[in-house]
């Protein structure tokens, strides 16, 4: 009789252990369930959008994101827009791992609704569709203010740190980037060269000054304008090559945007004719043509903000 109530007793207790367990490890999950459905709130330009964090899904409209989300490690990227990707991201055109989403100014809608997204982060050039995107799934604009340029700039990137817990390196990435940017403000200082910021697209020029979108290299570089009255604008102020010799930089940053979309026209050939060659700029050989991967595709990025800042401290140096 003894015999059979310890047997029974033992089983209880195997019973007893056995429910614990399982309850405790329904807890855990539980825990952990809740965890990676925690969710966020972004304020942005368009609106005010909620989705959980962490999304394992994302589809990424602007290449400065995408550029930043790559320097970070993230890799919840399912869909970008491949045409034109710039040359340091072109793993991002591998077809297996990634979908083509359509161009940054057409969208392909079904190829999106396709890969069921948790997220989708957009930009200037797609904001006129957002209606349509956050249809389909929580959709944040992220295009960077170019009148203040370092704040807006540093708030996506702290977003974006916030989104996939990535906070810590954010900042290591941001410290690292001011810290070159005073050494760039400290080497300029010493400069009285004023430069004349052109954007060159199929033989026509366009000129870009303070608060304009290439215009932090006046207002966060602190180089100076050789015209103070350039309208600030996204496009650019259409000038002449009359208009370049009449201002007479003494030196240039050109953006070749031919260069940036596959076009034929060469910057250089259309730029560097007997006008422009009566220039300081032309004369001293300091017509710096910029990057357009980094300065017309993908600007507002870890890695292109990064390389911008170098590409002036090299200009003065």
Not at 139 to 154: E, R
């Amino acid at each position: 009789m003894k015999k059979w109530l310890l047997v029974a007793f033992t089983l209880m207790m195997v019973a007893f252990l056995a429910a614990c367990g399982s309850k405790e490890e329904a807890t855990e999950a539980d825990t952990a369930s809740a965890e990676e459905k925690e969710t966020m709130t972004v304020t942005h330009e368009l609106g005010e959008t909620t989705f959980d964090k962490n999304p394992k899904k994302v589809v990424v409209f602007d290449f400065g994101v995408l550029d930043s989300m790559d320097k970070l490690g993230i890799d919840s990227v399912v869909g970008v827009p491949q045409e034109s990707l710039p040359a340091y991201l072109e793993k991002y055109g591998d077809t297996e791992k990634y979908e083509n989403v359509g161009t940054l100014k057409e969208a392909d809608f079904e190829a999106i609704h396709a890969l069921e997204p948790d997220l989708i982060i957009i930009s200037a050039r797609q904001a006129d569709m957002y209606e349509e995107y956050a249809a389909i799934a929580p959709t944040i604009h992220m295009a960077v203010d170019t009148t203040k340029y370092m704040d807006s700039f540093k708030s996506n990137m702290t977003t974006l740190g916030e989104i996939f817990d990535k906070e810590d390196q954010v900042k290591e990435e941001l410290a690292a980037i001011e810290t070159q940017i005073e050494d760039v403000k400290t080497t300029v200082s010493k400069s009285d060269d004023k430069a004349l910021i052109t954007l060159a697209n199929e033989g026509k020029v366009s000129a870009y000054g303070a608060a304009s979108r290439f215009g932090l290299i006046h207002d966060v570089f602190g180089v100076k304008q050789a015209d103070e009255g350039i309208e600030a604008s996204t496009h650019g102020q259409s000038i002449s090559f009359e208009y370049i010799l009449e201002t007479n930089p003494d030196l240039m940053f050109v953006v070749d945007r031919n260069a940036a979309v596959g076009g034929d026209a060469s910057a250089k050939d259309s730029l560097e004719n007997e006008l422009v060659q009566k220039t300081n700029a032309y004369k001293n050989d300091r017509i710096i043509y910029l990057d357009p991967d980094y300065w017309y595709l993908s600007g507002g990025g870890l890695q292109s903000v990064s390389q911008m800042v170098t590409d002036i401290q090299a200009a003065f140096e």
